[in-house]
């Protein structure tokens, strides 16, 4: 099996997150993190992204568009046969 | 939402409604987003959205979840207002780009005998040594909502619905008609574009510490 590089684990962090790798594969990333301190650093930066981007702030639905989406549903209704 | 949420919204059930729309505006509205020049422009097509599932509300048929049926709606008018053609390809992903971006490459050796491995000692800051409020503020949020907005679409389209809206990647395919391989590919392009903006926002307060 070839060594497994740090641009190997920077291209291929999705497919690892993914659990696209075969197992050969997950054993190379495994022992080469376990190896290079960069490449750690990479990962957790990797997850500290992941987390940021769970918890960006909901967007909100302004008044207007609630207000012209019930005029809207209120024309639909009489077309409607329950 | 239930086969009983459908009959209150033919009822004329408005309580019905406001709820399943705000259970969903956050999601479609980020969606609208990726094909519109503006808010403004993006609350239209949410709003045009609502009106179409209105109408077809008695063709869904209940194979997607509602949520993908009611994206795929969005998605084909936003596209069709930005004039965008729905089948065609994600080019992004035919680029021949890596996974990494050049910064990246310049920090990798390219030759040599340690071919691939990282300059220096350290591949780019080290978040863990950033004051804890900086990395919980909103600012950060808003770098890294930036980026998001500043990638090419087909990979904004991924990273919107995996990343932030935590749809699976089965659901992802569902709805924008990307394989599983190609849905990676995206994925992974995108995540090194915002890692990188997150990154170079953050260096600074990494090497004062």
């Known amino acids: 099996m070839r060594k497994l590089e740090c641009h190997d684990l920077v291209g291929r962090l999705t ?9 050969d594969e997950l054993v190379g990333l495994a022992a080469h ?13 990797f ?3 992941l987390g940021l981007m769970a918890q960006l702030p909901v967007e909100y639905i302004s008044d207007v568009l609630e207000s012209n989406l019930l005029t809207g549903y209120r024309e ?3 077309g409607v046969t329950v | 939402m239930t086969e009983v949420d459908l009959q209150a919204l033919r009822r004329g059930d408005e309580g019905a409604f406001r709820t399943l ?15 519109s020049p503006s808010r403004a422009i993006a609350e239209e097509t949410v709003q045009e959205t609502w009106l179409a599932v209105l109408r077809g509300l008695d063709g869904y048929a ?10 795929r709606i969005l998605v084909n008018i936003a596209r069709r207002r930005a004039g965008i053609e729905t089948r065609s390809l994600p080019f992004s992903v035919l680029e021949s780009e890596t996974g990494m971006t050049s910064a990246d490459h310049d920090r990798l050796m390219e030759t040599g005998s340690r071919t691939g491995h990282w300059q220096g000692t350290a591949p780019s800051g080290d978040w863990s040594r950033v004051p804890e409020d900086k990395v919980l503020s909103l600012e950060l949020r ?14 904004r389209e991924v990273i919107t619905l995996r990343d932030v809206e935590g749809w699976t990647a089965a659901e992802v395919s569902d709805l924008l008609s990307v394989d599983a391989g190609n849905q990676r590919v995206l994925l992974h392009r995108a995540r090194t ?7 170079d926002y953050l260096r600074p307060s990494v090497s004062a510490a």
């Open chain 1, 15 to 23: 497919d690892y997150l993914e659990g696209a790798l075969d197992p």
């Open chain 1, 33 to 45: 993190l376990e190896a290079c301190a960069s490449c750690r650093t990479h990962a957790r930066q």
């Open chain 1, 47 to 49: 997850d500290v992204m």
């Open chain 1, 76 to 78: 639909w209704l009489p």
């Open chain 2, 21 to 35: 729309v705000k259970a969903h505006h956050s999601t479609l509205f980020r969606l609208a987003m990726i094909y």
């Open chain 2, 62 to 71: 209940g194979r997607a979840s509602l949520r993908t049926w009611i994206c």
């Open chain 2, 142 to 155: 808003a770098v890294v909502a930036a980026a998001i907005a500043g990638l090419p679409r087909s990979q």
């Open chain 2, 193 to 199: 574009r915002v890692r990188q903006a997150l990154d």
